[in-house]
């Protein structure tokens, strides 16, 4: 299973340190790079909110505000509300550390692999 995390910290900002021939030694990343890394973040709330049992969601390493959000995202019913609301996770989730996501990571995928052989051997899916 792929892992998708950022590479790199999307709070960077743009103060690029000099080397002594003032050539810039880091550049941040470009807009499309912080927008997919910000798109695979709310995808990880969004799998999160799909594979994981709301049981397992309270004993999650993340921060209370997060946690609040993902369980209030369970209860909304309507389409445009749950896209606000993912987005509003994938927010929090920027938030995180490096090794807090990686640990959602690996924390999820046993539950989506699961899922996903459940969803093969199911009557419906034989043809």
Partial sequence: MTVIS???DLNAHDDATTSPDDTPAFRSPSKTQR???QHALQALGDNILKYLPPRRLAKLPIPEELLDALQLARSIKE????RRQSQYIGRLMRTLE???????HRILEPFMVHKY????SHPSRKR
């Fill in 35 to 37: 927008k997919k890394a």
């Fill in 98 to 104: 490096p090794e807090q996501v990686d640990a959602l």
């Fill in 79 to 82: 389409r445009e509300a749950k």
């Fill in 6 to 8: 950022p590479l790199y």
């Fill in 117 to 120: 052989r459940a969803s093969l």
